[in-house]
């Protein structure tokens, strides 16, 4: 037993010269390092700072290290950008350079050490990837082709709460709807398929698959092993957990819904070009070897987490934020009655037509941002950044929240107002034409999705409003909008239960 402590003491002691003399020496002449907190051997700033790297816990830091700081966390190098200067040089000056992203240990399991698109370095497999992935998921064609079939899902979904009697007295958990909703919306896109309802026993499993999936992603709990290797050990029952998770999951998309698509394919020969749907073309694909299986499952798996689940949140915000504030949810249902008519129900083109409508969607994306540091970048090379050294492979976060969030450069930001985007931002858009307000971030790898997603919120947020009476439940007066961060997400930590109370027109 002496003999072990005495072993790890050594193995510590080691560690802590090798660590210290390579912060001397990245310290020392040879590098401009970023501003932060003075690291401790081994540790680094973790013990300072915690594991709780929330877009608030880092905007005070920025506050108080700048708009590029350092953070040494173990043995990773953690650079924090934000300013919109500095975020316009890491996602479009030098693009490239900060084009690739940090996998940690558990992001590794679940993208298969980057097979995925998300996750991938910046070169040529994510080039082939994003390609690949354009004309099934990223046109407008795409958004006409489906958009009546989200606008049957968002009547669904109305009818169903409608015919709940719970929903207009004691409220309803109306998120459990809506993510059927979701999951159907991309399910047609993907594999032409939707599920009847939320007891479907295929739709449980794929959601309790893809939750426990997220939730083991974004965790903090791995953080340890992930900072300080010698740790790593410790986490192989986590691991263990993970690689199953992921093998059921992959499994799941493979028997169910890829097979499934492959003898229906091969029963029904899909020559005409309209009836394909997304996976008609990723097989294509890889069937031209441009591709291999694998890679087509984690398309699959990229679209379950990158596409449902930040929309999702995005509208369960939206909501929250308009039970919070009776007044806008009035004025956004007057202009939905005056410029539609009443009880006349909105359509994707119509959202275009509704200014005060696209104001409370840029408004939701800017408050309460679902990817507030965007999906984490990473430089493969050592890189200079505002005359800052960036040591390669540092994990570069874009606190894109504080951008949109911040004082200096917003209005009282603290404040739900969607006039802001009507009056002295209504320049601004949500396809990042301002470096301060980048909620699907901008450059090469900024969120392909966009497309797909604003008329998705505009169709569900107009529909459920015009509808609907939306407010808190009994005894309540507010929601409560306590934040849940993780690695990089952010949602409402208590899925709110809401009265509905029909309109009658
Ligand atoms: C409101 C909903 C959404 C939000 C707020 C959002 C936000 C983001 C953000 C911030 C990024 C990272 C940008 C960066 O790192 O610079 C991203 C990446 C991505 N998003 Fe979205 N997204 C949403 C919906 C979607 C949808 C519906 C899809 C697909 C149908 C999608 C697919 C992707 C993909 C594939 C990437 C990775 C791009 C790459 O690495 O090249 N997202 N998203």
Known sequence: MDLLVLEKSLIGVFLAIVIATVISKLRGKKFRLPPGPIPVPVFGNWLQIGDDLNHRNLSDYAQ???????????????????????????????GVEFGSRTRNVVFDIFTGKGQDMVFTVYGEHWRKMRRIMTVPFFTNKVVQQYRHDWEAEA????????????????GIVLRRRLQLMMYNNMFRILFDRRFESEEDPLFVK???LNGERSRLAQSFEYNYGDFIPILRPFLRGYLKICKEVKDRRLQLFKDYFVDERKKLAATEPLNNEGL????????EAQQKGEINEDNVL???????????????????????ELVNHPEIQKKLRNELDSVLGPGVPI????????????AVIKETLRLRMAIPLLVPHMNL????????????????????????????????PE????????????KVEANGNDFRYLPFGVGRRSCPGIILALPILGIILGRLVQNFEMLPPPGQSKLDTTEKGGQFSLHILKHSTIVMKPRSF
């Open 64 to 94: 108080k290290f700048g708009d590029i700081f350092m953070l040494r966390m173990g043995q990773r190098n953690l650079v924090v950008v934000s300013s919109p200067e500095s975020a316009k040089k890491v996602l479009h000056t030098q």
């Open 415 to 426: 404040e739900f107002r969607p006039e802001r985007f009507l009056e002295e931002e209504r």
């Open 276 to 283: 394909k749907c997304a996976i008609d073309h990723i097989l």
């Open 347 to 358: 359509t994707e083109p119509d959202a275009h037509k509704l200014a005060y409508l696209q």
């Open 206 to 208: 794929l959601k309790a």
């Open 155 to 170: 009547a669904a979904v109305v009818e169903d709460v409608k015919k709940n009697p719970e929903a207009a007295t004691n």
């Open 381 to 412: 090379q050592d890189a200079k950044l505002n005359g800052y050294d960036i040591p390669a492979e540092s994990k570069i976060l874009v606190n894109a929240w504080w951008l949109a969030n911040n004082p200096a450069n917003w209005k009282k």
């Open 298 to 320: 984690y398309i699959v798996e990229n679209i379950n987490v990158a596409a449902i689940e930040t929309t999702l949140w995005s509208i369960e915000w939206g909501i929250a």
